[in-house]
T-cell receptor, first 115, second 114 residues
Framework: DGGITQSPKYLFRKEGQNVTLSCEQN?????MYWYRQDPGQGLRLIYY???????QKGDIAEGYSVSREKKESFPLTVTSAQKNPTAFYLC??????????????FGPGTRLTVL | AQSVTQLGSHVSVSEGALVLLRCNYS??????LFWYVQYPNQGLQLLLK??????LVKGINGFEAEFKKSETSFHLTKPSAHMSDAAEYFC????????????FGSGTRLQVQP
C-alpha cells in the first residue's frame, strides 16, 4: 500500500530530552512537510523540504530540527529548546509539480507528551 | 502572505440537515483552496480542492464547495448530514507560486445529532 507512515503513534518525553519523530513515504513524492497541531489553532508549519538535502524553516521552527538525506524520509527532532512541545505532529508529502495544486497527503500523526 | 479564517469553531446539525462550514481567505494572488477532514487521532484526508478550473467543486462523501472571489469565500456544504460526518474540518490555502506548504484555518468541529 502506498502512503505515509509515522512512528511512534504516542511518544512520552521527559523535560530536557531530545526526541526524534519518524516520517516515511513510499509515494515517490519530492516534497515533505511537518506540521504541529494544537487544539483550536489548526495546523502550523514547522519545516518543509522540496528536494533531497534541502529544507526550509516554516512558521514555528524554533526548537526543532530536520534532515532530508533520502527522498522517502524526513525525520523531525524536537529539541530541549522547544518550550512547549506537547502536541500532535503531522507529516505530509506532495508531488510538488511546479505551479500545480498538488494534494498534500498526511500521515496518521504522532502525539508527543512531555512529562 | 495568505491566511484563512473559519467562522465557528463548533457547528452542530441534526442528521439529514444541511451542513454549512464557512471559510474566508486572504491572498494577494488567485489562490488554491482546500478542504480537509480529520477524524479523532488521525491524519487529514482531502475532501476537495479549488484550482481555478471551476468555481463549484465537488468532493468525496457528498461534499461540495463554491469559490466566490467577490466574497473571498470557499464555504463547504453538504445537503444532508450523516452521523459519519462528525469530525473536524480544515480549510487551507496556498498560492501557485512561492511556498508550497499550506496555510490552515483553525478548524471547525462538526457534531451531528441523531
Amino acid at each position: 500500500d502506498g502512503g505515509i507512515t509515522q512512528s511512534p503513534k504516542y511518544l512520552f518525553r521527559k523535560e530536557g530530552q531530545n526526541v526524534t519523530l519518524s516520517c516515511e513515504q513510499n509515494l515517490n513524492h519530492d516534497a515533505m512537510y511537518w506540521y504541529r497541531q494544537d487544539p483550536g489553532q489548526g495546523l502550523r508549519l514547522i519545516y518543509y523540504s522540496q528536494i533531497v538535502n534541502d529544507f526550509q524553516k516554516g512558521d514555528i521552527a524554533e526548537g526543532y530540527s530536520v534532515s532530508r538525506e533520502k527522498k522517502e524520509s524526513f525525520p523531525l527532532t524536537v529539541t530541549s529548546a522547544q518550550k512547549n512541545p506537547t502536541a500532535f505532529y503531522l507529516c505530509a508529502s506532495s508531488a510538488d509539480s511546479s505551479g500545480s495544486a498538488d494534494t498534500q497527503y498526511f500521515g496518521p500523526g504522532t502525539r508527543l507528551t512531555v512529562l | 502572505a495568505q491566511s484563512v479564517t473559519q467562522l465557528g469553531s463548533h457547528v452542530s446539525v441534526s442528521e439529514g440537515a444541511l451542513v454549512l462550514l464557512r471559510c474566508n481567505y486572504s491572498s494577494s494572488v488567485p489562490p488554491y483552496l482546500f478542504w480537509y477532514v480529520q477524524y479523532p487521532n488521525q491524519g487529514l484526508q482531502l475532501l476537495l480542492k479549488y484550482t481555478s478550473a471551476a468555481t463549484l467543486v465537488k468532493g468525496i462523501n457528498g461534499f461540495e464547495a463554491e469559490f466566490k472571489k467577490s466574497e473571498t469565500s470557499f464555504h463547504l456544504t453538504k445537503p444532508s448530514a450523516h452521523m459519519s460526518d462528525a469530525a473536524e474540518y480544515f480549510c487551507a490555502v496556498r498560492t501557485p507560486t512561492g511556498r508550497r506548504a499550506l496555510t490552515f484555518g483553525s478548524g471547525t468541529r462538526l457534531q451531528v445529532q441523531p
